[in-house]
C-alpha cells in the first residue's frame, strides 16, 4: 500500500527520533536518488553537546509530524465520508 510520495529534500524516519519506536513504514524508490541516515548515537552526542541545534531539529520535526499527522487525518475523513465506515 502506497502512504505517500515524497520528492526531493523529504525527510523520512523523524518519528522513531522523537519516541524511539520502531520504523512505522518502510520506503521504496521509483527512481534513482540519493539520500543519507544520521547514526543515533551521534544525532544524540550532538545534541547534547549544541542543545540550541537540537531544539531546532526537534521543532521542525514536529512541525513536519503534525503536518503530516494533519493530511492523514483529512485524508481519513473524506475516506471514511464517501464509504459510510464509522471510526
Known amino acids: 500500500t502506497v502512504i505517500a510520495f515524497v520528492g526531493p529534500g523529504a525527510v523520512l524516519g ?3 527520533l522523537l519516541d524511539n519506536g520502531p520504523a512505522s513504514a518502510s520506503v521504496q524508490a521509483i527512481e534513482a536518488f540519493t539520500g543519507f541516515t ?3 548515537m551521534e544525532l544524540r552526542q550532538k545534541f547534547a553537546s ?3 541545534l537540537a531544539y531546532k531539529i526537534v521543532s521542525r520535526l514536529a ?5 503530516r499527522l494533519r ?3 483529512g485524508k481519513l475523513a473524506l475516506y471514511t465520508a464517501s464509504s459510510q465506515v464509522p471510526i
Open 14 to 16: 523523524e518519528l522513531s
Open 38 to 40: 544520521i547514526p543515533l
Open 50 to 52: 549544541q542543545p540550541a
Open 63 to 67: 512541525r513536519l509530524t503534525s503536518l
Open 71 to 73: 493530511l492523514t487525518s
